[in-house]
């Protein structure tokens, strides 16, 4: 493991990874300006390593976009749409039942619910999906809303945040999604997505329902205008937040698609430079446990490299998805989770299901079962089943 590092001008940043050492911000942006691909991965396998051991997990999830009607025109998005638009939907409780309960057939555990910010549905519309989709199985976890969402939702409800997230919560919201996070330097929030949410505001929201006691992921949206200097920035931001409240769960790059918005890229976010950003990521961000490579946005075969370059995740089964494909990603729909469990043992690591919390489900073994921590339930056919589902 420590053959490309030893060989590397990055030998001084491994002493201190091995030793523990938080990194710099100065050290992080010396990794992004790194062209040692190899070196920088070794660093953050053994990162990885260290975190979580052998294993890299999954989820059996559905997304579910209630609407793309949006009051806001970010310049990067191309999900959102005007009621003008042709192509613009928006679902019925019901409908957003109906689907929960084809997913729930399939075995899934959640269920991710994002939206635009829609003119004209009620407070009441958001309670009243909670309650209906809770009503299904208590056993479904909820991960919904953007902060950016929260927001809105707290002026359609005339409360304040943290008003609103308890209602929520009482109406079953078991996580908060990251997404919305972008990239959090004023100036390229400006230039990408003028008039959403500040920085300040997004992790407000987020740091009010931690010390609420729930639990979310966060994102960073890579590869447009920003330089490296933001990344670093921005994983700064993240990883203070998370040393005042350990609320993150996991954290999800996700490389920016160019098509069919207002922010043309020349070249859109390579394979290396995905990985190169999963690495970094993964070595300042030494509070997170989880990372995730999300395989929506790089493809299942890159999303599998990552798993030797800092990430241990793999995300979902996913059923449907809107808003990278609408952004010109051409991944499939859908991931079985077959095609998941072989590209992780693929990769020398132990497959397992987990729920929303990055908890584990179900450890896949090979001939037999792997063996479960102490507590945990076991189930033989074909692979542990660990714990409960819900938190």
């Not at 940043?13 to 300006?33: I, N, P």
């Not at 590869?223 to 609320?247: I, K, N």
């Amino acid at each position: 493991m420590t053959f490309f590092v030893q060989r590397s001008q990055l030998r001084d940043l491994y002493d201190k990874v091995a030793a523990g050492e938080r990194l710099s911000e100065a050290d992080a942006l010396r990794l992004f300006e790194s062209k040692d691909l190899n070196a920088i991965g070794a660093l953050a396998n053994l990162a990885c390593q260290r975190k979580v051991g052998p294993r890299a997990s999954y989820i059996l999830n559905r997304y579910v976009n209630y609407s793309n009607y949006c009051i806001l025109s970010c310049q990067f998005c191309s999900f959102a749409r005007k009621k003008r638009d042709a192509d613009g939907f928006e679902l019925t409780v019901e409908q957003i039942v109906r689907k929960a309960r084809e997913a729930l057939a399939l075995g899934i555990t959640e269920l991710h619910i994002v939206g635009g910010l829609h003119p004209s549905l009620p407070f009441r519309y958001y309670t009243d999906m909670l309650q209906a989709l809770r009503a299904l199985d208590a056993r479904l976890q909820l991960k919904c809303f953007t902060a950016i969402e929260i927001l809105h939702l707290a002026w359609l409800a005339k409360k304040s945040v943290e008003q609103t997230l308890i209602e929520l919560r009482d109406a079953g919201l078991d996580s908060l999604t990251g997404g919305g996070a972008e990239i959090f330097r004023k100036e390229v929030r400006s230039t990408i997505a003028k008039g959403k949410e500040s920085a300040e505001e997004y992790l407000d929201v987020h740091r009010t329902w931690h010390r609420l006691g729930g639990r979310s992921t966060c994102t960073m949206l890579f590869g447009h205008v920003e330089s490296l200097a933001d990344r670093v920035d921005h994983l700064r931001r993240l990883r203070e937040l998370q040393d005042e409240t350990h609320g993150f769960v996991g954290f999800v790059p996700l490389p920016y698609h160019p098509d069919n918005n207002e922010i043309p890229v020349p070249t859109p976010p390579t394979g290396f430079d995905t990985l190169r950003t999963l690495a970094v990521s993964r070595l300042f961000l030494d509070n997170f446990d989880h990372l995730t490579a999300y395989w929506v946005g790089m493809g299942l075969k890159l999303a599998q490299v990552a798993l030797s370059y800092g990430a241990d995740d793999l995300h979902g089964t996913i059923v449907e998805e809107h808003i990278f494909h609408m952004a010109g990603a051409t991944s499939p729909q859908l991931q079985t989770e077959a095609a998941m469990v072989k590209a992780i043992r693929e990769t020398g690591r132990v497959p397992v299901q987990r729920d929303t919390f990055y908890q584990p489900i179900k450890v896949w073994g090979d001939a037999a079962p792997a063996t479960a921590e102490a507590g945990e339930e076991v189930s033989t056919a074909g692979g542990e089943s660990v714990g409960g589902v819900r938190q």
